[in-house]
């Protein structure tokens, strides 16, 4: 490792333990800080936190690599996940705020769950903290092997030693510090992200010659890397899209509606938030697409697609630029990662612990499992890391489908129609968890199609078919459900 790279990559290592160590003498006093912040958080930590825990690794790799590999024709995935993170913004994000605090404060996934449909029998709390419990597992993996990747190809050190080294930084400062550590170091992880998003396109641009001379060298390769449909089926560009339906069902995003202050700080969240995604995406997806230029005009060729933003951060700077860039992969990595095991810590706290095995914890009791249940959830996915077979945007697209499908539907018809029901919510969480699972794992003609639009779908209509046939939520669920429509209302 080049000694300026070194520096930048300590330096940002500890950048991020200060952060861990300020965040645990400012508000970690009791459970619902360490898990939420106290909700305290304003509209642009709240929106760059939710982006940077949105996009893992596979942003800066998976991304540039797809494009790199396909040319225009895999973009659609950024279209459809621009448009789903707006539509979260407008349709979640209020009412979930104003719904979970009204629900006696609610402050994970599953307790609005149970509190929302008053589910006396706790059966939607376990099955929704087992979603919780399977998918980030899966996802917190992801996020691990992005690291170990990133040290393998830009270090020239083992896949495990850089696997450890990433998740043990990330263990640290999400044990100390909580929620406040995790958003606060999400916020300058964000930054980091789209400064170096915007600057390697740039530079690789002026290294070809522009974009015309760019277009031109592309089209030299082959002309349909240039083309939305070339290469492209109908069954490609509807998968791709789909992948936009996952927000509305992702815990570590929603936790971030949760955690803002007011529901009237949201549309500046949204601004700034949507603003971060198009410049971020924007630039990994010419990352990838100019980095044929760049080969093209220069004779080379990289074995691994997903690694051209790490070969360009290597390539066409000085080492301490280098290492700038390559911090900004450690920070989507680490971002994702942090919040994944924040969220499932939290799962573990007050949806197992707390809910089914010792109701009279004391805050301090419950602060403690917090932080061992971090300590548990990251050492069982960097076991599940250390021998990965899938690419790195496989297994984020395992995860996302799995919780788009199970909890998307009934996120959206909780706060959009209170004539859903418990049993339609059960029914339909445990429909899109399976169609997701079986989809993957079993062998069938389909499999081209992504999980995520058979899930959904199966999810959705389940959730009002037997919502419908149930009896009507008690007038009490009704009253509330209106009473959070007219909050969102008047202050939204």
Known sequence: MDIYQSIAIALYFLLMIAIGFYSYKKSTSNVDEFLLGGRRLGPVVTALSAGASDMSGWLLMGVPGAMYASGLSSSWIAIGLTIGAFLNYVLVAPRLRAYTEKANNAITIPDYFEKRF????????????????????????????????????????????GLILTSSVVVFYTFLGGFLAVSLTDFVQGTIMVVALILVPIVVLSNVGGVSESLDLIRTRDPNLLSFWQGATTVSIVSLLAWGLGYFGQPHILVRFMAIEKVSQLPAARRIGISWMIFSMGGAMMVGLFGIAYMVA???????????????????????????????????????????????????TEDFYKAFLRRSASGKELLLVSRLSVLVVALIALVLSLNPQDTILDLVGHAWAGFGSAFGPLILLSLLWKRTSRNGAIAGMVVG??????????????KDWYAMIPGFTLSFITTVVVSLLDKKPSQEIQTEFEEVAAEVKAEY
């Not at 399976?434 to 062998?443: K, Q």
Request: charged residues 10%; without cysteine.
């Open 298 to 348: 220069n004779g080379t060729e990289i074995s691994d697609p997903e690694t051209i933003f790490i070969y360009f951060s290597q390539v066409l700077f000085h080492p301490l630029i280098g290492g700038f860039l390559l911090a900004a992969i450690l920070a989507a990595v680490m971002s994702t990662i942090s919040s994944q095991l924040l969220v499932t810590s939290s799962s573990m």
């Open 433 to 446: 968890g399976l169609t997701v699972l079986l989809w993957i794992y079993l062998d069938h003609p389909l």
């Open 118 to 161: 008053r589910d006396n029998s706790r059966t939607l709390r376990l099955i929704s903290a087992l979603v919780i419990m399977v998918f980030f597992t899966l996802y917190t993996s992801a996020g691990m092997v992005s690291g170990g990747r990133l040290f393998e190809s830009a270090f020239d050190m083992s896949f495990n030693t």
